[in-house]
């Protein structure tokens, strides 16, 4: 059964949009999410962030990257010498996605699919339409998923530089909504992991955890001097 199209108003407007997207029905997971997360930050942010959709604690506070991943993007951007209030932080899906563990009230994350992505990727593309980015940073494989494409591998193509024009092709977005999020043709787009794979790698011990962080300061650093 196809999704309604979600309601998103033509506005360039955050607090438009992030009104708009609090009743937002476009996919299933409103239903047992307690709220929609939108971006936030200013529109005057040269860098916008997308991570993939909130955590448990995202999910209560509604605002994005507030829980354990936060507080390590948080340290990471410190450690690139960007500062947050110069950036824009979002996230594919706004809609925390999660199943209960058997036993227990915690609830675990799920990857959101495809047909999630799509019905939020409007969304997406408001956001950047009005904040008109010049960097955006990617973080981890379902942001880049829902803009530039199943094809890209941020294994192989973290930390360098790419136009925002050059990707569109690969990108999900038709060429009509490429050309209507309206960012200029010299943006760039800088790909990296997520911050949770790096405290997942800290989990593991030994020094993966801190070249892991060192890998996502390093990737940050490069979009920092964009
Ligand atoms: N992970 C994300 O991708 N986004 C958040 O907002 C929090 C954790």
């Known amino acids: ?18 009104k ?11 239903a047992d999410a307690t709220q929609t997360v939108f ?13 993939e959709q909130p955590g448990d604690v995202e999910d209560r506070e509604g605002d994005p990257f507030v829980g354990p991943a936060g507080k390590l993007l948080d340290r990471a951007l410190v450690d690139a010498r960007i500062t947050r209030s110069g950036v824009y932080v979002t996230n ?33 593309r408001a956001e950047l339409a009005a904040v008109q980015p010049e960097v955006v940073v990617v973080l981890g494989a379902t942001a880049a998923a829902t803009l530039l494409g199943r094809a890209f591998r941020v294994s192989h193509q973290r930390g360098q530089p790419h136009s925002w024009s050059e990707l569109a092709a690969a990108s999900p977005l038709t060429s009509d909504e490429h050309d209507d999020v309206g960012i ?24 993966q955890g801190a070249a892991a962080y060192d890998g996502l300061v390093s990737d940050l650093t490069v979009a920092a001097h964009l």
């Open 1 to 18: 059964e196809p999704e309604p199209p979600a309601p998103v108003p033509r506005s360039r407007s955050l607090d438009r949009l992030r």
């Open 20 to 30: 708009a997207a609090a009743g937002c029905q476009a996919c299933g997971l409103y």
């Open 39 to 51: 971006g936030a930050g200013s529109r005057d942010a040269r860098l916008l962030l997308v991570g």
């Open 92 to 124: 594919a899906v706004k809609h925390f996605k999660f199943r209960r563990a058997e036993r227990g009230k915690r609830r675990i994350h799920q990857k959101p699919d495809a047909g999630e992505l799509a019905a939020c990727r409007p969304w997406l």
């Open 184 to 207: 200029g043709d010299d943006a760039m787009v800088v790909a990296t992991v997520h911050p949770s794979s790096v405290l997942r790698a800290r989990g593991m011990g030994g020094d």
